[in-house]
C-alpha cells in the first residue's frame, strides 16, 4: 500500500484538480479536459457571484469565460444539462450511461396522467416551431409538481426532459429552452443502449467516477456519493474491494487514513511524493466544487470545516449567505463574501473570514477577487 503524509495528499489533491501550480487547463479546450476528467461539474442556478459551475471552470483553466462553457453544451454539443451527482454537467458520451435515470422518470411523476395527456401537444409544437420554453405555450392549467404548483407546460417540458424525449437546447440566464432530443444529442448515442444495464456493475462505474471527481475519496457515507441510485454501504465497501482487486483503485495510507485514488493517477502520486514543487496560487473555491463534495475529508486533509449557509437561516449563519473557501497554496487561507453587481460591474466584498492560525496574504486574495471581477464582467 501506498503511503503519504496529509500534505502530499493536499498537494496531489490540488494539483489533480489544476489547482496547484501552473495552470493545466486552459481555454474552452481545457474546460472540455477538465469535464472529462471530473465527468460531473454539478450545477446550481444561485448568481451572486457566479454560478457555481462558472467558479469551478474559472479557478482551474486560464482563460475560462462564461460563453465558452455555454457554447460547449449549447453549440459544440460536448456536453449536456443532466442528473448525475443532482443536476450536473456532463460530457455528452456519458448519455447511454444514465438511460436508467431516465427510465425511472417514466412513471415515477407526480401528475403524470395529466402530463401524459398533454405530450403529443408539446412535442408536435417543439417540431413545429423549434426550441421553446414553457412561457411559449398557451396553457393556463396548473398541476401539483415537485415543491408546488407549476403550469402543466413548464412541469411536462421537465418531465419530457427528464425521461429524455426532450433536452436543453439553450438557456437564456436560467431560462431553459427545450428541443427534441435527437436536435442536440448525436443520433448514435440515442441509439446506444445502456452500457451497463446491471444494478451494481452500474453503481461500481457511478463509485470510480466518483472517486475521479473528488481525486481522493474514502470508503465512508458522504456527499460525494448523492445521486447513485440505491448505493447502500455494505456495497459500497464490496465496490471498493473489487475495484481496487482490479486494479482500477490504488489504496493508500495517509497518516492513519485509508483513501483511494484512480491508478492511472500513480505518475501524479509518485511525482507528488518526488518532491515536485508547485507554484502557489490563490483561487476561490465554488461552494459545489468537486473538490468540496466530501467535506470531512476536506477538514480531516486541510484541517478547515466548510459549510454552505445558503439554506441556513440568518440567524444561525455563523458566516454568510454566500460564502467562498479562499484557496491559498496547498491551505485554506479563509472564507470571502464576494456579490457581484451586473450593472455597475463591480465586485463588493461583504466580509472577509481569515482562517484562525493560517498565515495570510492579501495581495494574493486582492488578486483572485480582481480576476474574478474581470471574469463576471466578460459576456
Given at each position: 500500500?501506498?503511503?503519504?503524509?496529509?500534505?502530499?495528499?493536499?498537494?496531489?489533491?490540488?494539483?489533480?484538480?489544476?489547482?496547484?501550480?501552473?495552470?493545466?487547463?486552459?481555454?474552452?479546450?481545457?474546460?472540455?479536459?477538465?469535464?472529462?476528467?471530473?465527468?460531473?461539474?454539478?450545477?446550481?442556478?444561485?448568481?451572486?457571484?457566479?454560478?457555481?459551475?462558472?467558479?469551478?471552470?474559472?479557478?482551474?483553466?486560464?482563460?475560462?469565460?462564461?460563453?465558452?462553457?455555454?457554447?460547449?453544451?449549447?453549440?459544440?454539443?460536448?456536453?449536456v444539462d443532466y442528473f448525475d451527482k443532482n443536476l450536473s454537467i456532463i460530457p455528452v458520451e456519458d448519455w447511454p450511461y444514465f438511460a436508467r435515470e431516465r427510465a425511472a422518470h417514466l412513471d415515477s411523476e407526480r401528475s403524470r396522467e395529466r402530463l401524459r395527456a398533454v405530450r403529443p401537444q408539446i412535442l408536435s409544437?417543439?417540431?413545429?416551431?423549434?426550441?421553446l420554453c414553457a412561457g411559449d405555450f398557451e396553457i393556463a392549467e396548473k398541476v401539483d409538481w415537485y415543491w408546488s404548483s407549476t403550469t402543466i407546460a413548464r412541469a411536462a417540458l421537465e418531465h419530457l426532459y427528464f425521461t429524455g424525449e426532450l433536452a436543453i437546447h439553450h438557456k437564456k440566464g436560467n431560462l431553459k429552452y427545450y428541443d427534441l432530443a435527437e436536435n442536440c444529442i448525436p443520433a448514435f448515442l440515442l441509439a446506444q443502449p445502456d452500457p451497463l444495464p446491471a444494478d451494481h456493475a452500474h453503481r461500481k462505474w457511478r463509485v470510480r467516477r466518483r472517486v475521479g471527481a473528488v481525486g481522493l475519496l474514502w470508503d465512508r457515507g458522504s456527499d460525494a456519493w448523492l445521486g447513485i441510485p440505491g448505493l447502500q454501504a455494505k456495497e459500497r465497501s464490496a465496490i471498493f474491494?473489487?475495484?481496487?482487486?482490479?486494479?482500477?483503485?490504488?489504496?493508500?495510507?495517509?497518516?492513519?487514513?485509508?483513501?483511494?485514488?484512480?491508478?492511472?493517477?500513480r505518475a501524479l502520486l509518485d511525482s507528488i511524493r518526488s518532491g515536485a514543487r508547485f507554484r502557489p496560487r490563490c483561487e476561490l473555491i465554488a461552494p459545489l466544487d468537486s473538490l468540496l463534495w466530501d467535506r470531512r475529508l476536506i477538514e480531516a486533509l486541510f484541517g478547515f470545516s466548510y459549510r454552505w449557509e445558503i439554506y441556513t437561516p440568518q440567524e444561525k449563519r455563523k458566516y454568510g449567505y454566500y460564502v467562498l473557501p479562499v484557496l491559498h497554496g496547498d491551505v485554506f487561507m479563509g472564507r470571502v463574501e464576494p456579490v457581484f453587481d451586473r450593472a455597475s460591474g463591480v465586485l463588493t466584498v461583504k466580509s472577509y473570514y481569515p482562517e484562525p492560525g493560517v498565515p495570510q496574504d492579501p495581495a494574493a486574495l486582492d488578486g483572485a477577487l480582481r480576476r474574478l471581477e474581470e471574469f463576471l464582467r466578460q459576456a
Open positions: 500500500m501506498e503511503t503519504l503524509t496529509k500534505r502530499e495528499a493536499r498537494r496531489f489533491l490540488l494539483r489533480k484538480h489544476g489547482l496547484l501550480g501552473a495552470y493545466r487547463f486552459s481555454g474552452k479546450a481545457g474546460a472540455l479536459a477538465f469535464l472529462r476528467q471530473a465527468r460531473c461539474v454539478q450545477f446550481d442556478p444561485i448568481d451572486i457571484c457566479g454560478r457555481s459551475p462558472d467558479l469551478t471552470f474559472h479557478a482551474r483553466v486560464k482563460g475560462f469565460t462564461r460563453r465558452q462553457l455555454w457554447e460547449l453544451l449549447y453549440r459544440d454539443r460536448k456536453a409544437e417543439i417540431a413545429r416551431r423549434g426550441p474491494g473489487e475495484l481496487t482487486e482490479e486494479g482500477a483503485l490504488l489504496p493508500l495510507e495517509v497518516e492513519g487514513l485509508r483513501l483511494y485514488c484512480l491508478a492511472e493517477d
